[in-house]
């Protein structure tokens, strides 16, 4: 019998994973997903990637995932975070075009582009996803922040912003989130759009 060797970081695999099937059970499969057509094999980019439990996520469905950054710190905890999921990291400001050297299926960004303060900055980065993509892109952004570092962006104002540089809106929904202390909620909006 031939042995074979154990690969999986058992310590740190569970929490990770759990994360990730967690993000694709009550965010990627109900908001997004149920909304969009894409196959199992499409390509997906995440831009601004976090922890990497989306791009994780998308990668446990069966995309090809490319999860870009523009931290190369930011990439390599992804990478440490799922050690055992397959994505490819880039290390690139979604500011500066081309994001891609070919067009992706879905282009996602969740927590991100409410920090271009700026409105011709933002539209570049909106141009940026619509010239990447060649399908669709979902934007997760804040509800009404307050923070002064964030837009405070209601639904219109990210479906307009998305209509102004050439997206057609598929939908809109809302994410309710209970803080860790139980009491505080932050209320998050998504919109899922197409590549007219």
């Given at each position: ?76 905890r992804a990478y440490d975070n799922f050690p055992n999921i397959q994505f490819q990291g880039i290390v690139k400001d979604i500011r500066d075009p081309p994001l891609m050297d070919h067009p992706v299926d879905l282009i996602f ?88």
């Amino acid at each position: 019998m031939k042995k074979t060797t154990n690969r999986w970081n058992a310590d740190g695999y569970t929490a990770t994973y759990r994360a990730a099937v967690s993000t694709i059970d009550t965010m990627i499969k109900p908001h997004i997903l149920s909304k969009i057509d894409i196959k199992r094999g499409a390509t997906v980019l995440e831009c601004g990637i976090g922890s990497g439990k989306w791009s994780a996520g998308f990668a446990l469905l069966g995309y090809h995932v490319y999860a870009m950054d523009n931290l190369e710190a930011m990439v390599q905890r992804a990478y440490d975070n799922f050690p055992n999921i397959q994505f490819q990291g880039i290390v690139k400001d979604i500011r500066d075009p081309p994001l891609m050297d070919h067009p992706v299926d879905l282009i996602f960004n969740e927590g991100v582009i409410e920090h271009f303060l700026d409105d011709d900055e933002r539209k570049g980065v909106l141009t940026n996803f619509y010239n990447a993509v060649r399908g669709y892109v979902s934007i997760i952004v804040p509800y009404k922040s307050e923070e002064e570092d964030e837009i405070f962006y209601t639904k219109k104002k990210l479906r307009d912003e998305l209509k102004d540089v050439g997206f057609s809106i598929l939908n809109t929904y809302e994410i309710i989130f209970l803080s860790n202390d139980q009491v505080t909620t932050r209320i998050l909006i998504g919109v899922n759009a197409n590549k007219k």
